[in-house]
């Protein structure tokens, strides 16, 4: 085994999918190993994730990184140097010990994700293993079913529609190669639809169609005619996923759908969700109800947790603390695992391992502003968690991962396994 003390630290500034800059950490090991990583960024955040430090003031709109990619090059850089990059855990540990805060606000979570990732990276290429089957150790591991966006909406389309993501699942799929090409069909046959019925508007900020609808609800029978329009049979071949991101649009328990021109409380959205999911094959609901409204999860999660996947992002926040409570509470049966929203890769984990001990579905998850940086797909597989959100299927920051995806089921031969309708709750058996 090579030397695998960490001698060299350097952060830098880089550019994310909205040409706004983030930090990328890079390093280097005593026996020549290097590992480098970049920090995404979301648009919606969890009042509860790990903070990203920014400048302020008038520069790039107030977005620079400078004070991060300095903590990098200062502070990181002397805890990190002389240490083995094999220790994961400690490492992070120490990271979080050197921040001082809850939320990662003196160094920023963009640096301490990029750095923590970066060592990660290294330690694999030290073992001179793919960082997938560095994580797994051995262990099997299955492809991830790709949950995949459609159309963009709420903070990621100019919130054109409230509900921010519309997004379809390919339950009928035999593997992660056969989920990509199903999607491309209903992305194809979507744009397709839009144009022909003049609702294009563009491109969101995860790729998808940007669209010019009149209600929330239109949404969905758009996405009911695309996948019936690419040939397959929606619920059977094609699942449709939401996220409805509530905390987006609402607070105390009370909601503004802005386009529908409704404002409810918090059992009225609750309904709502509930006459859609009664109506389309919907499979997977994110965020039905703001991070602050857990009485409101909780009811949702009595009312539909037994035939859907109802996930926590914002309520959640990758916080392995967060996901017992919620548990112990009767709220949520999945998890979203944003690496960023943690700070570190070890707590990263503890998020995902905390859901899966509890039967959860676990979702390894992109940000809205995202980088060519493909380690989420790794982790989405080394670990085993079952699922995998990217954005679209559009924009090289969101193809690059599909691609590595397709890489790794590759380099898997006979033994890759996908993991397909089996990944949502209460679903196995039924593939």
Known sequence: MPDTTI??????????????????????????????????????????????????????????????VAHV??????????????????????LVALDGTQEKSRLGGNAMIAASMAVLHAAAGAHRLPLYAYLAQGKSVRMPLPEIQIFGGGAHAGRRVDVQDFMVMALGARSFDEALAMTAEVHRAAGELMNEAGKLQGVADEGGFWPVFISNEEALTM??????????????????????????????????????ARQLDSDGLCEMLLDWLARYPIVSIEDPLAEDDADGMKKFTAAAGNRVQIIGDDFLVTSAARVKNAAAA??????????????????????????????????????????????????????????????????????????????????????????????????????
């Open 7 to 68: 001698t060299k630290v350097h952060g830098r500034r880089v550019w994310d999918s909205r040409g706004r800059p983030t930090v990328e950490v890079e390093l280097q090991l005593a026996g020549g190993a290097t590992g480098r990583a970049m920090a995404p960024a979301g648009a919606s955040r969890g009042a509860n994730e790990a903070v990203d430090l920014r400048d302020g003031g008038t520069v790039l709109g107030g977005m620079g990184v400078s004070k991060a």
């Open 73 to 94: 090059n200062g502070e990181i850089s002397r805890l990190l140097v002389g240490r083995n990059a094999l220790r994961q855990n400690e490492i992070d540990e120490e």
């Open 223 to 260: 996405l009911m005619r695309a996948i019936e329009h690419a040939g397959y049979r929606p619920g059977e071949d094609i699942g449709i996923s939401l996220d409805i991101a509530a905390s987006e649009f609402g607070r105390n328990r009370q909601y503004r759908l802005g386009l529908d």
């Open 330 to 431: 009767g709220a949520c049966n999945a998890v979203l695992i944003k690496p960023n929203q943690a700070g570190t890769v070890t707590e990263t984990k503890a998020a995902l391992d905390a859901g899966k001990r509890l039967g959860w579905g676990t979702i390894v998850s992109a940000r809205s502003g995202e980088t060519e940086d493909v380690t989420i797909v790794h982790l989405a597989v080394g670990w085993d968690a079952g699922q995998l959100k990217v954005g679209s299927f559009a924009r090289s920051e969101r193809m690059a991962k599909w691609n590595e995806g397709l890489r790794i089921e590759e380099a898997l031969g006979p033994n890759a396994v996908f993991a397909g309708r089996s990944a949502l709750p209460g679903q196995k058996g039924r593939e």
